[in-house]
C-alpha cells in the first residue's frame, strides 16, 4: 500500500508516543542514579532549533549587504541544514527507543506488542532513511 508523506509521518509521531508510554511503563532509573538526582542528558536535550538557530536566521534576514535573491539562499541553506540536523536526531531518537524496547523485559502478555513496537521503529528508522535521502 502507498501511504501519503503526511500520513506516513503522523503514524512515525504516534509510533513514538506509544512507544515512549510502553517503555516508560517498563524502565526504571537504576537506584544508584535515583539516589543521587544527577541530571541526564537525553536525545531531546541536545537536539532542536535552538535560540542561536534562531538568531542565525534574524541574523541573514537583517543583513543589509544582502539582496533579496542573496538573502533568500542563504535562509533557505540555513533551513536546509537545520531540518537535516533535526532528521537526524529523529533517526538517533528511532535507534534509541528501539534499543530500549528490545532491551526491555516485558512480561509475557506484553511481549507481542514489544515486537510489534520493535518492528514498526525498524519500519520507522527506514522510511527516515529513505525521506532524509531525498
Known amino acids: 500500500m502507498h501511504y501519503s508523506k503526511t500520513i506516513k ?3 512515525l509521531v504516534a509510533l513514538f508516543a506509544a512507544g515512549a508510554v510502553f517503555a516508560s511503563g517498563f524502565l526504571r532509573a537504576p537506584v544508584a542514579h535515583a ?3 544527577a541530571p541526564v542528558a ?3 536535550d541536545e537536539c532542536g532549533i535552538t535560540q542561536a538557530d534562531v538568531a542565525q536566521i534574524a541574523a541573514i534576514q537583517n543583513d543589509p549587504t544582502l539582496d533579496y535573491a542573496d538573502e533568500t539562499k542563504e535562509e533557505l541553506a540555513l533551513r536546509k541544514l537545520l531540518v537535516g540536523e533535526t ?3 529523529a533517526q538517533r531518537e528511532v535507534q534509541t527507543l528501539q534499543a530500549s524496547l528490545a532491551s526491555t523485559s516485558a ?3 506484553a511481549q507481542q506488542l514489544q515486537l ?3 518492528g514498526n521503529l525498524n519500519e520507522a528508522k527506514g522510511f527516515i532513511i529513505v525521506n532524509r535521502q531525498s
Open 116 to 118: 510489534q513496537l520493535v
Open 107 to 109: 512480561p509475557r502478555s
Open 9 to 11: 509521518m503522523s503514524a
Open 42 to 44: 537525553t536525545i531531546a
Open 87 to 89: 532528521i537526524d536526531c
Open 35 to 37: 539516589a543521587t538526582k
